[in-house]
T-cell receptor
Framework: GDSVTQMEGPVTLSEEAFLTINCTYTATGYPSLFWYVQYPGEGLQLLLKATKADDKGSNKGFEATYRKETTSFHLEKGSVQVSDSAVYFCAPPEGAVSGSARQLTFGSGTQLTVLP | DGGITQSPKYLFRKEGQNVTLSCEQNLNHDAMYWYRQDPGQGLRLIYY???????QKGDIAEGYSVSREKKESFPLTVTSAQKNPTAFYLC???????????FGEGSWLTVV
């Protein structure tokens, strides 16, 4: 079935450092891919998404490019801030379940801590 | 503004008691989900519902129950049969024709 493999954390960076969190996927076809972020004590929020190959999703200075040749969707930010400290989840492609609903399953995410 | 509202945000329960977590969405989404998150862990699916009056068990349904009497509501009951109920619970929803899942802010349940 469809799945993702996400870089394990934790990741600790200094402010203004460059961030990369790796995510690779295995899927049939070219499904939409997502990054979610969870700030301390909060629920998950959609950070960005890309709906087809070669698309680049971007939001809040974060970017991820859907690369079909490497089956990757790595999350990058050129200059992280303390406020970016959170857990980041690379979400798998739509799961195949009975009927038409999706059943997304998430891994443990990557904990990012940015130090001042 | 459209969104998902979970309540209460914090809840304390005595052992042996049932407790119900509320989840309401005004996004007109057909599908709704309940996830459990333990410290340092990923999300695990408890139950999901594709349509009103229908729901399916997820990976860790034992000790939980749900109902879907209305499209906008998907309450989760944590029963006394759940051995380790202390966790962070997230409700989510998605449109059947869409592919983005939206989450509520979560509910912290602590058993004392």
């Amino acid at each position: 079935g469809d799945s993702v493999t996400q870089m394990e954390g934790p990741v600790t960076l200094s402010e203004e450092a460059f961030l990369t969190i790796n995510c690779t996927y295995t899927a049939t076809g070219y499904p939409s891919l997502f990054w979610y972020v969870q700030y301390p004590g909060e629920g998950l929020q959609l950070l960005l998404k890309a709906t087809k190959a070669d698309d680049k999703g971007s939001n809040k200075g974060f970017e991820a490019t859907y690369r079909k040749e490497t089956t990757s969707f790595h999350l990058e930010k050129g200059s992280v801030q303390v406020s970016d400290s959170a857990v980041y989840f690379c979400a798998p492609p739509e799961g195949a379940v009975s009927g038409s609903a999706r059943q997304l399953t998430f891994g443990s995410g990557t904990q990012l801590t940015v130090l001042p | 503004d459209g969104g998902i509202t979970q309540s209460p945000k914090y809840l304390f329960r005595k052992e042996g008691q049932n407790v119900t977590l509320s989840c309401e969405q005004n996004l007109n989404h057909d599908a709704m989900y309940w996830y459990r998150q333990d410290p340092g862990q990923g999300l695990r699916l408890i139950y999901y519902s594709q349509i009103v009056n229908d729901f399916q068990k997820g990976d860790i349904a034992e000790g939980y129950s749900v109902s879907r009497e209305k499209k906008e509501s998907f309450p989760l009951t944590v029963t006394s049969a759940q051995k380790n109920p202390t966790a962070f619970y997230l409700c989510a929803s998605s449109a059947v024709s869409g592919n983005t899942i939206y989450f509520g802010e979560g509910s912290w349940l602590t058993v004392v």
